[in-house]
C-alpha cells in the first residue's frame, strides 16, 4: 500500500523521540556539549548554524554519520523546520544507532527563539571547486582550507626545494607565500626549479616563481623578497609568517635561520639535497629538536660542497621539496605525526627511506636551558674561524 | 659483520661504494677497520687530536650513538652503522 510522506512523517514521529528548543539551548548552556548533527544542505548551514554542530547533509547521512558518532552515542537531529532530521532519525536507527533525538521546530524555532547562531565563515562557490579534493579530505575539510588560505609561509630559495614547494603550497591554497632569493633565473636552473620557465631566464627568481604561482591559483599573495637573508634582516623577514620552508643551498644561512626559528618560536621546515640524496625534518623550536641539537657544527666547506660543485639529481628536488610542502601544510593545519623528531633519510638511487631519530640535546648550545642565543658571523663560523670558542662549554 | 653506509661526500675515499661491510664489534671498532683499509676517511672524520669532529653524526639502525654509548655503542651482525654529515645543497 502506499503511503503517503504525511505517513511516513507521523510514523517517524511515533519512532524517534523528540527533544524541545527550549531543552536543548539549556543543555548547551549548562555546558553538556551534546552532539548535535545538522542534516540540512550546505547552503542552508552557510546561512547559520547552531554553535557546536556538524553538518551531515541528509543525502550523505549513512556514508558519513561514522566518521561523527558511533551508534550507542547520543545524537540530536536537527534540519530546518523538524520534518527532515526526523525521517533522518529512521534511517540511523535502520544503521543500529539507539540514542536519538530530533530537534523539534529545527533551527527556525531555535532561531526565532533568540538563541545564538553561528554563521561560518566559508569558502566561495569558485574555491569549493577549487579545493574540493581537500575539503572531501575529513582532516582538512573547509575549516582546514580556510586555515590554509589564512596561512603564511616564508620560502628561504626560490630554487631545487622552493620551485616545488611553493609551486604546491601555492596549489594547495597557502594564502600568503613569502620568497626570499637574491638571484635570477640561469638555464642550468631549470632541469629541476620547474616554478620558472625558459623565457623567464635572467628574471628574479622571485619574480618568476610570482608569476607561475599567479597564473596558478589568483588567491595567492606572493611576497617577494629580492634579498638575501641575514642577520640584520632575517627578523624582519620572518615577521608575520607562521612557517619557514629551509631551501637555502648553504651552512651559513641554515644555522642562521635555524637560531632566527628559535628566536621567534616559528617551525622551521628542513631540506637538504646532493645528487641523489635528501635529509629532512622538522623543527619545532623548543617542542622538538632543533637544527644545531642534530648538527651541533657544520662540515668544513670541502667536506659540504654545493649542489652546483658536486650536482643534484632534478626530481631529487621535486621529492624533497614536496616532502617540505606536505610537512608545511601538516603544521600549519596541527594534523597529523610531523617530521619534528625524525630525520628522514632518502636515497634516490637506491630507492629507500631511512628514518634515523633526533632528540633534544640537553646541552644543545641553541635550544639546550642554557644557552645563550645570538647572531654570530655564520659565514666566518662555517668556514671554520672561532669554530672552537664557539663551542666551549658545549659537550664533546 | 656490520653494514655500513657511506654519505656522497665519503664516497670518493671509499672507492666511490655506498655501502661497505666491515668487522667490529663496537662503533669505534668499525671506523677503526673503515680506516685501516681507506686511510682518506680518517682524515674526513678525525681531528688532528684523534677526536671524531663533531659534524659527524654517527648512528646504529636509527638511534644516535651520542644517545647509546658513544663509540664503544655495540654493533651485532645486522645492524646498520650511518655516517651522517649535514648537507647544505637546496637553492643553487
Known amino acids: ?396 | 659483520m656490520s653494514t655500513v653506509r657511506i654519505p656522497p661526500v665519503l664516497r670518493p675515499a671509499v672507492g666511490g661504494v655506498r655501502e661497505l661491510t666491515v668487522d667490529g664489534g663496537t662503533v669505534g671498532e668499525v671506523l677503526e677497520a673503515i680506516y685501516a683499509e681507506h686511510p682518506a676517511v680518517r682524515q674526513q672524520l678525525v681531528t688532528e687530536e684523534g677526536e671524531l669532529h663533531r659534524f659527524v653524526n654517527l648512528y646504529v639502525n636509527d638511534e644516535d650513538v651520542r644517545m647509546l654509548e658513544w663509540l664503544d655503542t655495540p654493533v651485532g651482525e645486522r645492524d646498520t652503522v650511518l655516517i651522517l654529515p649535514a648537507m647544505a645543497g637546496g637553492a643553487g
Not at chain 1, 517517524?12 to 549548562?30: F, G, H, K, M, S
Open chain 1, 1 to 396: 500500500m502506499p503511503r503517503t510522506y504525511q505517513d511516513l512523517l507521523a510514523h517517524a514521529r511515533n519512532e524517534v523521540p523528540e527533544i524541545q528548543v527550549a531543552d536543548l539551548a539549556a543543555r548547551i548552556a549548562a555546558g553538556d556539549a551534546p552532539l548535535v548533527v545538522d542534516v540540512r544542505e550546505q547552503s542552508e548551514w552557510d546561512e547559520g548554524h547552531v554553535p557546536g554542530a556538524v553538518l551531515v547533509p541528509r543525502g550523505f547521512l549513512e556514508s558519513r554519520i561514522a566518521g561523527v558518532a558511533r551508534p550507542d552515542q547520543e545524537i540530536i537531529l536537527m534540519c530546518a523546520g523538524g520534518n527532515r532530521s526526523l525521517l533522518a532519525g529512521l534511517t540511523l536507527q535502520e544503521m543500529g544507532f539507539t540514542n536519538l533525538l530530533s530537534l523539534h521546530g529545527g533551527f527556525t524555532r531555535w532561531k526565532q527563539s533568540g538563541n545564538d547562531v553561528q554563521v561560518p565563515r566559508t569558502l566561495s562557490p569558485g574555491q569549493r571547486a577549487r579545493y574540493s579534493r581537500h575539503v572531501l579530505i575529513p582532516e582538512v575539510g573547509e575549516e582546514g582550507q580556510l586555515k590554509l588560505l589564512d596561512s603564511k609561509v616564508l620560502l628561504i630559495g626560490a630554487g631545487g626545494l622552493g620551485s616545488p614547494a611553493a609551486y604546491y603550497l601555492a596549489a594547495a591554497g597557502v594564502g600568503t607565500i613569502g620568497l626570499v632569493d637574491d638571484d635570477v633565473v640561469d638555464a642550468s636552473n631549470l632541469q629541476r626549479q620547474i616554478i620558472h620557465t625558459t623565457d623567464r631566464v635572467g628574471m628574479l627568481k622571485g619574480e618568476s616563481a610570482k608569476i607561475a604561482i599567479e597564473a596558478l591559483n589568483p588567491d595567492v599573495k606572493v611576497n617577494v623578497h629580492a634579498t638575501r637573508v641575514n642577520k640584520d634582516n632575517v627578523l624582519d623577514l620572518l615577521s608575520g609568517y607562521d612557517v619557514i620552508v629551509d631551501g637555502a643551498d648553504n651552512f651559513p644561512t641554515r644555522y642562521l635561520l635555524a637560531d632566527a626559528s628559535l628566536m621567534t618560536r616559528t617551525p622551521l621546515v628542513h631540506a637538504s639535497i646532493l645528487r641523489f640524496e635528501g635529509h629532512a625534518s622538522v623543527f619545532t623550536p623548543y617542542e622538538g629538536p632543533c637544527y644545531r641539537c642534530l648538527f651541533p657544527e657544520p662540515p668544513p666547506p670541502d667536506l659540504a660542497p654545493s649542489c652546483g660543485e658536486a650536482g643534484v639529481l632534478g626530481v631529487l628536488c621535486g621529492v624533497m621539496g614536496n616532502i617540505q610542502a606536505n610537512e608545511a601544510i601538516k603544521v600549519l593545519l596541527g594534523i597529523g605525526d610531523t617530521l619534528a623528531g625524525r630525520l628522514l633519510v632518502y636515497d634516490a638511487l637506491g630507492m629507500s627511506f631511512t628514518e634515523l631519530k633526533v632528540r633534544r640535546d640537553p646541552h644543545c648550545p641553541a635550544c639546550g636551558p642554557d644557552a645563550k642565543l645570538e647572531f654570530r658571523d655564520y659565514e666566518a663560523w662555517c668556514a671554520g674561524v672561532g669554530r672552537h670558542a664557539a663551542t666551549v662549554g658545549a659537550p664533546s
